[in-house]
């Protein structure tokens, strides 16, 4: 038995250390297969995660590559030659894309609201690269130059300051009313650049013969003064131009002779559309803040900030004034109580004294019949003048009013050449 259990001991004893040796290869294949399988699985996880970066990348790729012939809905396509038409009316939101980061040309733009669209360089070009001695004016919003367009127009080119923070709005200003309006008596604008050119500029019809202020008392007044009959006819066609102007519902609010410009046959053509406004229907006013020439503006308006069209009606009354005094609307150099022209012309009025007013040239004391019209018109002009605006005429009764005196004074022609017509010939 000690054999055996000896034997049984000898047995189990041997078997366990070879469980323990068997258990110790087992462990470092185990180990070394874990590692392998590790490894396998890493290799495998980045080959996937790289696989799926490539097949973005791909994708990405064919989605910003559009197929042949299919336009990208999302990107602008340049207009034609043909859509450089200067009869184009499409409108900018149909015609220059919105995307600030486009590197789409938009001076290749064929209009603006229906306003044709010049290229900068065209411009620059026009006007010999803005030379100085081709300047024409300046304001309070820009320079003005003559300039020649490839097709022989002869055009004004306003270049709007770049200090003046208001320019866009001006320039958007114009070129949305323009369209809006055609009228003999108003300038006519050929076109502007793009939004986002060098700069902003706005060219126009040029008007040859100066302002009226020029050839009232300006650089023009020496070279022979405006007659009588041509002072009345610049007054009848400026109101037609603002009466026009009101009944398209805008209101200019920056009327005044410096901006009423004239041909070379004397007709009118009023400009400078950087202050108007598009007038609402049925609103009797607008309320804004005072804008406008000193010694032109609205006195309701710039105490009350109510815009309306009786505001062009007050101005225009001041218009009247300088023509039949050839005086500005301001001048410091006068006496205290007449540095304003509408304080004295309506002084004048109320004391009996326009003689002291009207302009020595006119002949006002000699002439019965032209102090018969002066006289007509300075009446209108202190209406107009009224301070509160409900007193005042419309601009298409002033207009009707000024159309009577006009056709007086035809009448009064006609029966002048009738009267030398038939007097007797003098016996030599």
């Not at 980061?101 to 209009?111: C, G, Q």
């Not at 003005?144 to 004004?156: F, S």
């Not at 009232?216 to 070279?223: D, F």
Request: proline share 5%; aromatic share 8%; glycine share 6%.
């Amino acid at each position: 038995e000690k054999q055996d259990v000896g034997l049984r001991v000898g047995i189990i004893w041997l078997p366990l250390s070879l469980s323990v040796v068997s258990a110790n290869v087992f462990s470092e294949k185990l180990n070394f297969l874990f590692a392998l399988s590790s490894s396998l699985g890493l290799g495998i996880a980045g080959a996937v995660v790289a696989g799926i970066l490539i097949g973005i990348g791909i994708l990405c790729f064919k989605r910003r590559q559009p197929a042949a012939g299919v336009k990208n809905k999302y990107l602008p396509t340049p207009p034609s030659s043909a859509g450089l038409s200067t009869t184009s009316t499409t409108h900018l939101s149909q015609t220059i894309p919105s995307y600030p980061t486009s590197n789409y040309d938009i001076e290749k733009e064929s209009t603006y609201f229906g306003t044709h669209v010049f290229s900068y360089q065209e411009l620059e070009e026009a006007t010999d690269n803005f030379n100085p001695a081709k300047q024409l004016g300046e304001g309070g919003f820009g320079t003005v130059y003559y300039g020649m367009l490839n097709d022989r127009r002869e055009v004004a080119v306003k270049r709007l300051y770049k200090t003046n923070f208001k320019r866009v709005d001006q320039y958007m200003n114009e070129i949305e009313i323009f369209p809006r309006i055609r009228h003999p008596n108003l300038v006519t604008l050929y076109g502007c650049t793009s939004k986002r050119s060098t700069e902003l500029l706005l060219v126009y019809e040029y008007i040859p013969n100066g302002t009226v202020a020029d050839h009232l008392y300006g650089k023009l007044s020496n070279s022979g003064f405006l007659t009588w009959p041509i002072r009345l006819s610049i007054a009848v066609e400026t109101a037609n131009a603002l009466a026009h102007l009101h009944a398209s519902d805008i209101i200019h609010r920056d009327v005044k002779t410096a901006n009423i410009l004239l041909d070379n046959s004397f007709k009118v053509k009023v400009a400078d559309f950087g202050l108007s406004r598009l007038f609402p229907n049925g609103v009797t006013h607008v309320s804004t803040a005072p804008q406008g020439t000193p010694g032109y503006v609205d006195p309701e308006y710039f105490q009350c900030y109510q815009l309306s069209e009786k505001s062009d009606v007050y101005s225009y009354g001041v218009v009247l004034f300088e023509l039949i005094s050839a005086k500005p609307a301001v001048d410091t150099s006068r006496h205290r109580d007449d540095i304003n022209l509408a304080n004295m012309g309506m002084s004048r009025i109320r004391n009996h004294a326009l003689h002291e007013l009207v302009d020595p040239s006119l002949r006002f004391e000699n002439d019965y019949a032209t102090k018969k019209m002066v006289t007509a018109i300075a009446e209108l002009a202190s209406r107009c003048l009224q301070q509160e605006r409900n007193m005042r005429p419309s601009m298409e009764q002033v207009l009707q009013t000024l159309i009577g005196i006009q056709g007086e004074q035809i009448g009064l022609q006609k029966a002048e050449k009738e009267n030398v017509r038939c007097r007797p010939q003098e016996i030599s």
